[in-house]
Nanobody
Framework: QVQLVESGGGLVLPGDSLTLSCVVSGRAGTVGWFRQAPGKERDFVAAMRWSDGIPHYSSSVKGRGRFTIARDKAKSTMYLQMNSLKSEDTGVYYC????????????????????WGQGTQVTVSS
């Protein structure tokens, strides 16, 4: 059993930075972030295996270091550092985990994950 508690969402201006946190309780093989924009489906943002910490990103956030996923094993916490935020980054961000270490090609699939946080709202608006 894995429990996830997110924090860090809020209202920011375009171009601002924001860091989301997710406390991971229990043994997680893979952890990640998805987001759901208003009126749209939930989409993959980033993920990593808890053991090796190698990040995998969606094409929408990859490049220019806009988003960075990281974890602190000692604090059992995962982070999503978001820079140069745009209005299209607005949505509810969900922390997710699965007990198994997923292969990279499975990380972007919502159905690969068994555990979800409650979600935290991120609004990017001027």
């Amino acid at each position: 059993q894995v429990q996830l508690v997110e924090s860090g969402g809020g209202l920011v201006l375009p171009g601002d930075s924001l860091t989301l946190s997710c406390v991971v309780s229990g043994r997680a093989g893979t952890v990640g972030w998805f987001r759901q924009a208003p009126g749209k489906e939930r989409d993959f943002v980033a993920a990593m295996r808890w053991s090796d910490g190698i990040p995998h990103y969606s094409s929408s956030v990859k490049g220019r270091g806009r988003f960075t996923i990281a974890r602190d094993k000692a604090k059992s916490t995962m982070y999503l550092q978001m820079n140069s935020l745009k209005s299209e980054d607005t949505g509810v961000y969900y922390c997710t985990a699965d007990a198994t270490p997923l292969i990279a090609t499975s990380m972007s699939s919502e159905g690969s994950y068994d555990y979800w946080g409650q979600g935290t709202q991120v609004t990017v608006s001027s």
